[in-house]
């Protein structure tokens, strides 16, 4: 069990031989989802049109929650590991839980602005 919500527990670590690859991918994708979500019902005017935002992203981070939080702790947030990382001084992977949600919302904006959004000139 993690100690002042730190996202990896640490028995989790130590039972687990590739557990920097797990957290870049699970976190990579968590946020990558969470991003999408937030262009899409947030950002794009396709999107405010119905006002589903909170919705829509409320239920992504449900969803992260329930798919992501058993295996990384579903952080999704650097801030939101940075935190109890300070208070209780526990560091291990923590580089990771910066790396990969970064990753992850840059990928997930690139790919929305250049590939989903609508050309707005044309």
Do not use: Q
Request: charged share 10%; glycine share 14%; proline share 5%.
């Amino acid at each position: 069990m993690a100690k002042l919500g730190i996202p990896l527990p640490a028995e989790w670590v130590m039972s687990c031989d590739n557990s920097v690859g797990v957290i870049l991918l699970t976190e990579f994708i968590l946020t990558f989802l969470l991003m999408t979500a937030i262009f899409g019902t947030a950002v794009d005017g396709r999107g405010k049109g119905v006002n589903i935002g909170g919705f829509g992203i409320g239920l992504t981070v449900a969803f992260d929650i329930l798919a992501g939080g058993p295996v990384t702790g579903a952080s999704m947030n650097p801030a939101r590991s940075f935190g109890p990382a300070l208070i209780h001084g526990h560091w291990d992977w923590h580089f990771w839980y910066w790396v990969a949600p970064i990753a992850g919302a840059l990928v997930a904006s690139l790919l929305y602005h250049h590939v989903l959004l609508e050309d707005r000139e044309a």
